[in-house]
Nanobody, 118 residues
Framework: QVQLVESGGGLVQPGGSLRLSCTASGIIFSINAMGWYRQAPGKERELVAAITSSGSTDYADSVKGRFTISRDKRTVLLQMNSLKPEDTAAYYC??????????????WGQGTRVTVSS
């Protein structure tokens, strides 16, 4: 059974930094794209950043130049710098992966809370 375990959320002051981590466990045949989404209270879930298996990245306009996504084997990281109050949200990792005997499917982490406040 595949699980995505996230860590790294917390409370930080405006201008501060946090690093989110998400690691996939289980019997995984192959990993395609990995990404981070966020959902603020009363808002829809939105893509924050994504990275393909070849290393190509994509960012929401609101985080370009401040956030950096990277990956290593089964782990996807999100380095968040110059955090703003509007970055406050629950952050979810999303991984497109293939388990033995099945096709690719998307899996979600449980979410980690990021609060940016003074």
């Amino acid at each position: 059974q595949v699980q995505l375990v996230e860590s790294g959320g917390g409370l930080v002051q405006p201008g501060g930094s946090l690093r989110l981590s998400c690691t996939a466990s289980g019997i995984i045949f192959s990993i395609n794209a990995m990404g981070w989404y966020r959902q603020a209270p009363g808002k829809e879930r939105e893509l924050v950043a994504a990275i393909t298996s070849s290393g190509s990245t994509d960012y929401a306009d609101s985080v370009k130049g401040r956030f950096t996504i990277s990956r290593d084997k089964r782990t996807v990281l999100l380095q968040m710098n110059s955090l703003k109050p509007e970055d406050t949200a629950a952050y979810y990792c999303n991984v497109d992966l293939k388990v033995s005997g099945k096709g690719y499917a998307e899996y979600w982490g449980q979410g980690t809370r990021v609060t940016v406040s003074s």
